[in-house]
């Protein structure tokens, strides 16, 4: 495809979003062209069990070839590269700008995702990938029942996700990184209503072992033991390609859309974790499907 062409649409993430709106865009027979930076967190996801089709489970990495797979069956191309710049032009389409060149297109779909805030573990991967982190109680809550879980994360989003994991017959403690002194009273009672315990002193270390399960000493000299434990330090939502375009975004990064999944700026959508919504792929996918027919429907 070359550089000088006008795109229909230029997809700029190739993860779930991304790649969903590939196959869309080419089985509309629009000339589409998919830039991505390598970074997909479905890599990251050792066997998701929420996708539907799919009931034994499917290892990330599998499914991500899979969409990539028919992507590429519907003759759209990903070129591997990170965007740097996206301009919009006077004749209202835009050009989008990375080390290996430049891009015009008639539309922009934004599915630049986000990326987890981590802990510093020693082998964090391999952590993740036992099953003794974890990072998103929405995909896999359901396995820790019965188990010791902990969630690390301060005031308000800790809080939170330990009371949304608490919800899944397990037994929960909250890692509250010292700020327990933040919360609302009648928040910490609700907290302990639902069972969870509440470490005070803040983790001075935390080790995961094959054997030995998640160990957090304290700084206060106690050490405790997991099963799981559930970091809750946040995400960056990949939105500034958008907001120095003057899209607008919500207080936690994700970019405002309309029912059409457009951003405040008129031809720009946005779909997947960087768009307003749930962290998921299907949502993804949903995104990607009425973005990428909004923009059929423009052309
Ligand atoms: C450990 C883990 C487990 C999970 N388990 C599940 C699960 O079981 N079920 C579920 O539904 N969800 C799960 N999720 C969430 C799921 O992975 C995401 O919701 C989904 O991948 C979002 O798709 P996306 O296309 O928005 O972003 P991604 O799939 O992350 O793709 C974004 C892509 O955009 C690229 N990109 C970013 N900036 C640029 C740029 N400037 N230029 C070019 N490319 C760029 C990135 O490199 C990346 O390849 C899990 C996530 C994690 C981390």
């Given at each position: 495809?070359?550089?000088?062409?006008?795109l229909?649409?230029?997809?700029?993430?190739?993860?779930?979003?991304?790649?969903?709106?590939?196959?869309?865009?080419?089985?509309?027979?629009?000339?589409a062209?998919?830039?991505?930076?390598?970074?997909?967190?479905?890599?990251?996801?050792?066997?998701?069990?929420?996708?539907p089709?799919?009931?034994?489970?499917?290892?990330?990495p599998?499914?991500?070839?899979?969409?990539?797979?028919?992507?590429r069956i519907?003759?759209?191309?990903?070129?591997?590269?990170?965007?740097?710049?996206?301009e919009k032009l006077?004749?209202?389409s835009?050009?989008?700008?990375?080390?290996?060149?430049?891009?015009?297109?008639?539309?922009?779909?934004?599915?630049?995702?986000a990326?987890?805030?981590e802990?510093?573990?020693?082998?964090?991967?391999?952590?993740?990938?036992?099953?003794?982190?974890?990072?998103?109680?929405?995909?896999?809550?359901?396995?820790?029942?019965?188990?010791?879980?902990?969630v690390?994360?301060?005031?308000g989003?800790?809080?939170h996700?330990?009371?949304?994991?608490?919800g899944?017959?397990?037994?929960?403690t909250?890692?509250?990184?010292?700020?327990?002194?933040?919360?609302?009273?009648?928040?910490l009672?609700r907290l302990r209503?639902a069972g969870v315990?509440?470490?005070?002193s803040?983790p001075?270390?935390?080790?995961?072992?094959v054997?030995?399960?998640v160990?957090v000493?304290?700084?206060?000299?106690q050490?405790?033991?997991?099963?799981?434990?559930?970091?809750?330090l946040?995400?960056?939502?990949?939105?500034?390609?958008?907001?120095r375009?003057?899209?607008r975004s919500?207080?936690d990064?994700?970019?405002?859309v309309?029912v059409?999944?457009?951003?405040?700026?008129?031809?720009?959508?946005?779909?997947?974790?960087?768009?307003?919504?749930?962290?998921?792929?299907?949502?993804?996918?949903g995104?990607?499907?009425?973005?990428?027919?909004?923009?059929?429907?423009?052309l």
């Open positions: 495809m070359s550089q000088d062409e006008i229909d649409c230029l997809v700029i993430g190739g993860g779930a979003a991304g790649l969903t709106a590939a196959v869309y865009l080419g089985r509309y027979r629009r000339r062209l998919v830039l991505d930076a390598g970074g997909s967190r479905l890599a990251k996801i050792p066997r998701t069990r929420n996708v089709g799919f009931p034994e489970g499917i290892e990330g599998e499914l991500l070839r899979r969409m990539q797979e028919h992507a519907y003759g759209v191309p990903t070129t591997h590269t990170e965007v740097r710049r996206i006077e004749d209202g835009f050009r989008a700008e990375s080390d290996r060149g430049q891009w015009r297109a008639r539309f922009v779909l934004l599915a630049t995702g990326r987890d805030v802990p510093e573990i020693d082998g964090l991967h391999e952590a993740m990938q036992a099953g003794q982190v974890r990072f998103c109680p929405v995909c896999d809550g359901f396995e820790t029942q019965g188990q010791r879980v902990a690390l994360g301060r005031a989003h800790g809080l996700e330990s009371l949304f994991i608490s899944f017959g397990n037994e929960v909250w890692l509250a990184m010292a700020t327990q002194e933040e919360v609302d009273p009648r928040e009672a209503d315990r509440l470490a005070d803040p001075h270390r935390i080790d995961c072992g054997d030995c399960g160990r000493a304290l700084q206060d000299g050490v405790l033991e997991f099963d799981t434990l559930y970091p809750a946040g995400l960056h939502h990949a939105c500034d390609l958008a907001t375009l003057g899209a919500c207080p990064g994700q970019l405002e309309d059409h999944q457009q951003t405040t700026v008129d031809g720009l959508y946005a779909a997947g974790d960087v768009a307003m919504d749930l962290n998921q792929i299907s949502v993804a996918a995104h990607a499907a009425i973005a990428s027919t909004a923009i059929h429907n423009r």
